[in-house]
């Protein structure tokens, strides 16, 4: 009886629904690649074999990987893809560059909990027209996403500016009291619904006249929900200092992890300064967890900024809603093309989007290589000419600056956007190729990967990407192709309890 039960379970082991063949698994952890044969079965990785002992087995798919890399599926910690997982849940430009995982609500702006008086505040307004938002409560929006079913999966931060805009009769004020604590209520549903926690823009006009003090009393309840604090800081420019310690202090007095958005030197005046800004982040690791994440371009994006406006940098216009022939145009053209000031076409552009190339080759190197660095794209979906980081951001850490440039090996490069991005972000058994594990995957050819996406022809698919898995199922084939398949096994991820502290 017992040998006739031990090859009954032997037979069921053997049976699984995809098999992975011949690949180079780099799994996440910064280890070293090691060839290997991965076996899929209801969503998890259930066998990682190096000897052959798997070419028994049976699966109701089989895929020769011919030697190529297998790692984890990208985890993009960084977007403001909020509303489009439900309104355009393929997400082909995300899938598609190998990202299975994508966390929203960053700078401030989120879908969730959001009740508009009016139209979106800037910059909520990036996430889409004011029919977008339709989730008064967190729980609302997780319900969404998972009836939506994307195909990639989505964690969430939840916008300080969104929770403003809720409570506020105005932004350009300090919240009262009353308002904070409102604020804070809403917060507390959304962490018991597993939000990953709180995230401010304070940079922008509608956040910029809160002061710290609001912050601080805003990030009390995150502490308690095993959450992060994430910010886009209140300068990037000349005082970025001052705002990392208006950070770290918001941290320290919450009690948690502190991630500083993509970290930059921006503006001619801060070129040079990394090694700074990179000096102060590793003393606030001295007595707190404390990490960034970058994107691998030298400029920015976002809603066209008066503040930002200067004749040092080229700007480029990307939307304009009372111009809209304006799009893709450099603003010192259209003001010649006016004849007016740079400020005067700026303004009349009203509101509008912008790519601003206001970062250096040498900073961003720097800032991307740091081992408290991890990689997020910052795209922008819902602009009509997006900057090319919304679908090419990790094949260019792959291809222009791992395999090219040798900023750092290819096994370092995959750590930054899967596994170290899960543990910073309390990912549960994401990140890594291992036994167990959700089955959120990429295959790639390490010598051919490669962003396509350019400035001036943005909405490219990358090339190199082989073939991706969103919790065992496969989502995208590359090849000539380049399409996703009828497959959407996408989830929203609840936070687990359990942040890591070596940020």
Not at 94 to 109: F, P, R, Y
Not at 207 to 233: N, Q, S
Not at 286 to 314: F, H
Not at 440 to 459: N, Q, Y
Request: aromatic content about 6%; overall charge negative.
């Amino acid at each position: 009886m017992s040998s006739e039960l031990n090859t009954g379970k032997q037979a069921a082991i053997r049976a699984c629904d995809t098999l992975i063949l011949n690949v180079a698994v780099i799994d996440g952890s910064g280890s070293a690649p090691y060839a290997a044969d991965v076996a899929l079965d209801g969503g998890r990785i259930v066998r990682i074999d190096s000897g052959g002992a798997l070419l028994g087995w049976h699966a109701g798919q089989v895929i020769d990987g011919k030697g190529k890399v297998l790692s984890p599926g990208f985890i993009d910690v960084h977007t403001h893809d909020d509303t489009n997982v439900i309104r355009t849940p393929a997400m082909l430009p995300k899938l598609s560059q190998g990202v299975t995982t994508v966390v929203v609500g960053n700078c401030g702006i989120s879908a969730a909990p959001v009740s508009l008086k009016a139209e979106p505040p800037d910059p909520m307004n990036l996430l889409g027209e004011a029919s977008a938002f339709s989730y008064p409560t967190f729980a609302s929006y997780v319900a969404a996403v998972n009836q939506a079913q994307p195909s990639i999966n989505v964690a969430a931060l939840i916008g300080h500016t969104a929770l403003r805009s809720n409570q506020m009769d105005r932004l350009d004020r300090a919240a009262s009291d009353s308002e904070i604590a409102a604020m804070c209520a809403q917060l507390r549903e959304a962490l018991a619904h597993g939000a990953l926690g709180l995230s401010t823009g304070l940079a922008y006009g509608n956040a910029i006249m809160a002061p710290t003090a609001e912050v601080l009393a805003l990030a009390e309840p995150l502490a308690e929900a095993g959450a992060l604090y994430a910010t886009h800081l209140r300068s990037e420019f000349a005082d970025i200092l001052e705002a990392m310690d208006e950070a770290f202090r918001i941290g320290k007095h919450a009690r948690v992890p502190v991630v500083i958005s993509h970290m930059k030197c921006a503006g001619v005046e801060n070129w040079g300064r990394s090694g700074e800004v990179l000096a102060a982040l590793e003393q606030a690791q001295r007595y707190q967890p404390v990490g960034c994440d970058c994107y691998p371009y030298t400029a920015s994006s976002s809603t066209l900024d008066l503040k930002q406006v200067t004749d040092t940098i080229d700007i480029m216009v990307t939307w304009s809603e009372p111009e809209p022939a304006m799009g893709g145009k450099m603003l010192a053209a259209i003001a010649a093309e006016w004849q007016v000031s740079l400020m005067d076409a700026a303004r009349r552009l009203q509101p509008a989007g912008a790519v601003y190339h206001c970062m250096t080759d040498d900073d961003v190197n720097r800032i991307l290589s740091h081992p408290a660095t991890v990689v997020g794209s910052d795209g922008l979906p819902n602009d009509p000419l997006p900057h090319p980081r919304l679908w090419g951001a990790f094949p260019r850490v792959l291809g222009h600056y791992s395999r090219e440039q040798k900023l750092f090996p290819l096994t370092v490069a995959i750590r930054k956007m899967t596994g170290l991005s899960a543990e910073r972000f309390g990912l549960s058994e994401r990140g890594l190729v291992r036994e167990g594990y959700w089955a959120d995957l990429v295959l790639f050819d390490p010598e051919t990967v490669r962003d396509a996406a350019t400035f001036a022809d943005p909405m490219q698919p990358a090339e190199g990407i082989e073939a991706v898995w969103v919790n065992g199922a496969l989502s995208y084939l590359g090849g000539a192709e380049k399409a996703p398949t009828a497959l959407r096994a996408g989830r929203f991820l609840a936070r687990q309890a359990g942040v890591k502290g070596s940020m």
